[in-house]
């Protein structure tokens, strides 16, 4: 089992920057496919970016390609979001999310462990 927690969010002007942190329990960590998600007030939660267990296959939704940047450190148990250039369209409650596996879901309900997510507001 897999216990995770974000941070880093905050609130940040038009084409800032920010990196999000997920720290995650358990020494089996590095079995489990990460996913950052975001659910902005009405909206479903959706996919923002996900990473191969070894970190060496990476998946972006087609709203954040080119300026956000998922990676991880399995020696750590961390994941990161790097995201920069940011737009008020970014704002959202962050969520970190794992799944043990060898594909990268991309559907809220393909992940088991969840964080309790960090919210990113950006000012226009």
């Known amino acids: 089992q897999v216990q995770l927690v974000e941070s880093g969010g905050g609130l940040v002007q038009a084409g800032g920057s920010l990196r999000l942190s997920c720290a995650a329990s358990?020494?089996?960590?590095?079995?489990?496919?990460a996913g950052w998600f975001r659910q902005a007030p009405g909206n479903e939660r959706e996919i923002v970016a996900g990473?191969?267990?070894?970190?060496?296959?990476?998946y972006y939704a087609d709203a954040v390609k080119g300026r956000f940047t998922i990676s991880r450190d399995n020696a750590k148990n961390m994941v990161y979001l790097q995201m920069n250039n940011l737009k008020p369209e970014d704002t959202a409650v962050y969520y970190c999310?794992?799944?043990?596996?060898?594909?990268?879901?991309?559907?809220?309900?393909?992940?088991?462990?969840w964080g309790q997510g960090t919210q990113v507001t950006v000012s226009s």
């Open positions: 999310a794992a799944q043990l596996g060898l594909h990268i879901p991309r559907q809220r309900d393909e992940y088991d462990y």
């Open positions: 358990g020494r089996t960590f590095p079995d489990y496919v």
């Open positions: 990473i191969h267990r070894s970190g060496g296959i990476t």
